[in-house]
Structure formats: structure tokens, C-alpha cells
């Protein structure tokens, strides 16, 4: 629901595909390059040791960057996802003078 208010503008548009294309265009901006924009210091560090683009053609790199950037943060949102655990939402064995190690 939240993703079709925000796109209602551009959905209202003669050319609905063209303008949400154009969106998603500057959203993600791959023609400039791997190296622009927000995930650049990523890659800048990954290509020193790996050069991406001697083993990924070009066509398939930003394919291949978010599917690594999607399976990268698949343990954080699993987790997230998971059902809030006793021992963490009450307290026990943190800072808050319960057994543990900084108690």
C-alpha cells in the first residue's frame, strides 16, 4: 500500500511505465557504473582483490550485485523477521544487572 501511494504520482501519468521507469532509473543509477553512487565503496573495495568484470559480463554485474547485496542481508532480515525473543526484550543477561557478562 505505502509502495503505491508513493508511486500514485507518476502512475497517473499519461505514460504510467515510462515515468515509474524513469524512477527506478535515477533510483538505481547502473548506467553510470558499478562504482557510483551508493553501494561504490563496496565494490571499490571488492574489486582491488576480485575483478567483477573479468568474471560477470556487463550486461549481468547488476544482476549479480544485488543478488550478493540481497544474500548478504538475508541473516540480518531473518532475523529481524523472527519473533521477539524473552530473553532480549527482557533484559536478562545484558547491561541491565541481570547474569551476564557485564553485569
Not at 49 to 70: A, N
Request: charged share 10%; hydrophobic share 50%.
Amino acid at each position: 500500500l505505502t509502495v503505491v501511494a508513493y508511486f500514485l504520482p507518476w502512475l497517473t501519468e499519461p505514460a504510467p511505465t515510462a515515468a515509474v521507469g524513469q524512477v527506478l532509473h535515477r533510483m538505481f543509477p547502473f548506467a553510470r557504473g558499478l562504482y557510483e553512487d551508493k553501494v561504490a565503496n563496496v565494490w571499490c573495495s571488492i574489486s582491488v582483490v576480485v575483478k567483477l568484470h573479468r568474471i560477470v559480463p556487463p550486461g549481468r554485474l547488476p544482476l549479480f550485485c544485488g543478488l550478493t547485496t540481497l544474500l548478504a542481508l538475508t541473516p540480518a532480515c531473518a532475523c529481524c523477521l523472527r519473533g521477539p525473543r524473552l530473553a532480549v526484550v527482557s533484559g536478562a543477561g545484558g547491561a541491565g544487572g541481570g547474569p551476564g557478562p557485564f553485569a
